[in-house]
């Protein structure tokens, strides 16, 4: 559930320091990347969520996540 996965993460990131933010990992993303990342995650598929139960047929655009990372990574 969000609120476990809300719970852990803070669990997780009252550990890191913020050199530890910065660090890529071998796939290019950062930990502050992923901590963004999942934040707007949230966002974005609670308003799927919203757009299913208020339309009869929502157009459910998808996400280029390594396309989102590129232009923050800019």
Known sequence: SLK???ARAQ?????????DLDAPADDGW?????VV???DAVL???????RM???DYPV???VDQDK???????
């Open 60 to 62: 459910l655009q998808a």
């Open 4 to 6: 476990r996965l809300s």
């Open 11 to 19: 669990e997780l990131l009252s550990r890191v320091t913020p050199r």
């Open 53 to 55: 139960v208020a339309e």
């Open 44 to 50: 974005e598929q609670s308003m799927r969520l919203r």
């Open 30 to 34: 950062k930990v502050h990347d992923l």
């Open 37 to 39: 990342h999942l934040a």
């Open 68 to 74: 989102w990372l590129r232009g923050l990574s800019s």
